[in-house]
């Protein structure tokens, strides 16, 4: 099992971000995916999670109405798609499978 996360970076209060998750050595389509963060001197938590068709999605209340997940299950990668960021905001993300883990992508929130 393999899971690769991309996309994190540098942006502005505001700003906007897509990751991504690609996964491999294991039927993607048949589990469902979540995405982790951990903030400096913060525990890590759920921030969202999405079934293996794809047609349910939760988000965590911290993050509602900013940050949503989508899969392709075609292309096996999973997307955290982050807006209106702040620094709060500011974390390593992870996602999560079966089990497994990726390495993450950081992402900082700074004017």
């Known amino acids: 099992v393999?899971?690769?996360?991309?996309?994190?970076?540098?942006v502005q209060?505001?700003?906007?971000?897509?990751?991504?998750?690609?996964?491999s050595g294991f039927t993607f389509s048949s589990y469902p995916?979540?995405?982790y963060r951990q903030g400096p001197g913060k525990e890590r938590e759920v921030v969202a999670s999405i079934?293996?068709?794809g047609y349910t999605?939760?988000?965590?209340?911290?993050?509602?109405?900013?940050?949503?997940?989508s899969r392709d299950n075609a292309r096996n990668t999973v997307y955290l798609q982050l807006?209106?960021?702040?620094?709060?905001?500011?974390a390593h993300?992870?996602?999560a499978a079966k089990?497994?883990?990726?390495?993450?992508?950081?992402?900082?929130?700074?004017?």
């Open 2 to 10: 393999q899971l690769v996360e991309s996309g994190g970076g540098l």
């Open 13 to 23: 209060p505001g700003g906007s971000l897509r990751l991504s998750c690609a996964a």
């Open 33 to 35: 995916m979540r995405w």
């Open 51 to 53: 079934s293996n068709s």
């Open 57 to 69: 999605t939760n988000v965590a209340d911290s993050v509602k109405g900013r940050f949503s997940i």
């Open 83 to 90: 807006n209106s960021l702040k620094p709060g905001d500011k």
């Open 93 to 95: 993300y992870y996602c």
């Open 99 to 111: 089990g497994y883990w990726g390495q993450g992508t950081q992402v900082t929130v700074s004017s």
